[in-house]
Nanobody
Framework: QVQLVESGGGLVQAGGSLRLSCVVS????????MGWYRQVPGQQRELVAS???????VYEEFVEGRFFISRDDAKNTLYLQMSNLNPEDTGVYYC????????WGQGTQVTVSS
């Protein structure tokens, strides 16, 4: 059974930083293209950063240069380092496989105050 457990969110002031973690079980992050998604109330979940098996990173335009996606294969964990946060980054963040969607975890709330 696949489980995705996100953590690391919180309340931060604009300009601050957070590091999100996603502990994965049931699949290997090293064998899957993985991504971080954000959802805000009333909107669909959107992909903000992705990491391919080969290590290629792709970012949405509004996070480019501020977010960094990485993984630890030994810990089977995906990370999202978020810097220079702004209020538009507020939302619930989830991780998942890009091409073989798994049951979604509970997500982790990120709230950025101005």
């Amino acid at each position: 059974q696949v489980q995705l457990v996100e953590s690391g969110g919180g309340l931060v002031q604009a300009g601050g930083s957070l590091r999100l973690s996603c502990v994965v079980s049931g699949i290997f992050v090293s064998f899957n293209d993985m991504g971080w998604y954000r959802q805000v109330p009333g909107q669909q979940r959107e992909l903000v950063a992705s990491l391919t098996v080969g290590g290629t990173q792709v970012y949405e335009e509004f996070v480019e240069g501020r977010f960094f996606i990485s993984r630890d294969d030994a810990k089977n964990t995906l990370y999202l380092q978020m810097s220079n946060l702004n209020p538009e980054d507020t939302g619930v963040y989830y991780c998942n496989s890009i091409y073989e969607e798994q049951p979604w975890g509970q997500g982790t709330q990120v709230t950025v105050s101005s």
